[in-house]
Nanobody
Framework: QVPLVESGGGRVQAGGSLRLSCDAS????????MGWFRRAPGKEREFVAA????????HYADSVKGRFTIARDNAKKAVSLQMSSLRPEDTALYYC??????????????????WGQGTQVTVSS
């Protein structure tokens, strides 16, 4: 098991910024690629961003490229998602996920093995 605890969600106006954090309690944290997904009301869970175990490789959904930045601190066993220029369509429940493989993969839900409970992000226009 990889307990994942997200924090940092909230409500912000369009154009604003938020930073999400995810803490993972695993000694072998670098063995896991980490990802962020989101689910908007009435929609399927979708990929947002991923980062390899080393932190050297990142992958983003087209909808967030240039606005969101994923990063990880392996010493602290944590991953973050810095979100800027937020839009109302970014409103969703955001999930942190861990993949039992250090490479980022293609960004599908089925590639990830462990999930957090989610943190809500609401962007008002």
């Amino acid at each position: 098991q990889v307990p994942l605890v997200e924090s940092g969600g909230g409500r912000v106006q369009a154009g604003g910024s938020l930073r999400l954090s995810c803490d993972a309690s695993r000694r072998d944290f670098t063995s896991y690629a980490m990802g962020w997904f989101r689910r908007a009301p009435g929609k399927e869970r979708e990929f947002v961003a991923a980062i390899s175990g080393s932190g050297r490789i990142t992958h983003y959904a087209d909808s967030v490229k240039g606005r969101f930045t994923i990063a990880r601190d392996n010493a602290k066993k944590a991953v973050s998602l810095q979100m800027s220029s937020l839009r109302p369509e970014d409103t969703a429940l955001y999930y942190c996920a861990a993949r039992v493989w250090s490479e980022v993969g293609t960004g599908t839900v089925s590639e990830y093995d462990y999930w957090g409970q989610g943190t809500q992000v609401t962007v008002s226009s």
